[in-house]
């Protein structure tokens, strides 16, 4: 079955201790977004690739980047982990036009220790 | 930016009731989606719905776009239904950005 998968589904990295979340899917679309989820609030848009192109929001610290080195796979880096940066990090993929839905991997539970 | 607001927060039902939930907007939207959320944090697609209403099983959704809200249905309910219910509304052109709602946490009892 097509889908969108994230890898590891748990990770514990130290503060300060560089970490990267990995996304990939066989859905072959050419969006990908990468959300924060922190306890009992709602997934947040960090940034999204239309393509190669690479879509910072406005509010999304310096310290998480990102990187897609081809459709299928993205990657969320996070420089210096703080313990606020505790999250659930959902990645999902869409198509552009106005029909079509985003499709969500399982998440990665990230805890900073 | 817009806002998306949810209600009720929380909701406990027994088994087989019916629950309506609600999501408003604070401004036009290209688009809306309504989301499970599992246990385990699994976001699950339930509908995309612009206008009008759509029915999945017990599930149903209404969407009235120029009064900028939307319903979610559950009929019959099943203690698999719990989790988190999200709304979000899609923007942003042609890379259709979510924002999304505050959620209703719905716990249904045997």
């Known amino acids: 079955d097509a889908m969108v998968i994230q890898n590891p589904r748990y990770q514990v990295t130290q503060f300060g201790k560089p970490v990267t979340l990995s996304c990939s899917q066989t859905l072959n679309h050419n969006v990908m977004y990468w959300y924060q989820q922190k306890s009992s609030q709602a997934p947040k848009l960090l940034f999204h690739y239309y393509d190669k192109d690479f879509n910072n929001e406005a509010d999304t610290p310096d310290n998480f980047q990102s990187r897609r080195p081809n459709t299928s796979f993205c990657f969320l880096d996070i420089r210096s982990p703080g313990l606020g940066d505790a999250a659930m990090y959902l990645c999902a993929t869409g198509k552009t036009g106005a029909t079509d839905t985003q499709y969500f991997g399982p998440g990665t539970r990230l805890t900073v220790l | 930016g817009i806002q998306v607001e949810q209600s009720p927060p929380d909701l406990i039902l027994q088994e087989g009731a019916n629950s309506t939930l609600r999501c408003n907007f604070s401004?036009?939207?290209?688009?809306l989606q309504w989301f499970h959320q599992n246990p385990w944090g699994q976001l699950i697609n339930l509908f995309y719905?612009?206008?009008g209403t759509k029915q999945n099983g017990r599930l149903s959704a209404t969407t009235v776009a120029t009064e900028r809200y939307s319903l979610l249905y559950i009929s019959s309910s099943q203690t698999t239904d719990s989790g988190v219910y999200f709304c979000?509304?899609?923007?942003?052109?042609?890379?259709?950005?979510?924002?999304f709602g505050t959620g209703t946490l719905l716990a249904v009892q045997p």
């Open positions: 401004d036009s939207v290209n688009n």
């Open positions: 979000a509304v899609v923007y942003g052109g042609a890379t259709n950005k979510l924002i």
């Open positions: 719905i612009p206008s």
